[in-house]
């Protein structure tokens, strides 16, 4: 859970909608600058740390390998037009580094178990398991005001 009562309004905003949604959208693009665009399950910490599992072999995964730098989106698809709500990022991600495995996988897994699912066992990330911790840490946040307008959280 993101929401924190001291935050300011734009802070506790974005929060609330990142409360209220179980995936992010995450662009990268490859070497050459070839755009890609994938929903991921996710978990956030602080309003600046977004989390998630995925194979090494996937684009977005290979992309961040060779680019860092990522852009996420996290919205209501479900949302009728004209009331959107959205939290945007521009940030640099990672496949998480073995000496952080287990304080990212901790945050990974306190969102998993306030959405009811299971945690991650550590060998399930590390090791010669299919799956890796990624994360990226956001450099600028936004979120919508009234008139859908990009207002910076930080």
Avoid: K
Wanted: hydrophobic share 45%; aromatic share 8%; proline share 6%.
């Amino acid at each position: 859970m993101v929401t924190d009562s001291t935050s300011s309004p734009v802070a506790a905003a974005a929060g609330r909608i990142l409360d209220a949604n179980a995936y992010l959208t995450l662009a990268t693009a490859d070497a050459e600058g070839r755009p890609w665009a994938t929903p991921v399950w996710f978990a956030v910490r602080d309003l600046r740390e977004f989390i998630w599992v995925s194979r090494p072999t996937r684009r977005h995964s290979q992309n961040i390998g060779a680019r860092a730098e990522v852009a996420l989106a996290v919205f209501d698809s479900s949302a009728p037009v004209g009331e959107a709500s959205a939290v945007y990022a521009e940030a640099l991600a990672e496949q998480v580094p073995d000496d952080g495995v287990e304080d990212a996988l901790a945050a990974f897994n306190a969102g998993c178990e306030a959405s009811g699912m299971r945690p991650w066992a550590e060998g399930s990330v590390t090791g010669a398991a299919p799956h890796r911790l990624y994360r990226a840490v956001a450099s600028h946040l936004w979120t919508l005001d009234e008139r859908e307008d990009r207002v910076p959280v930080y």
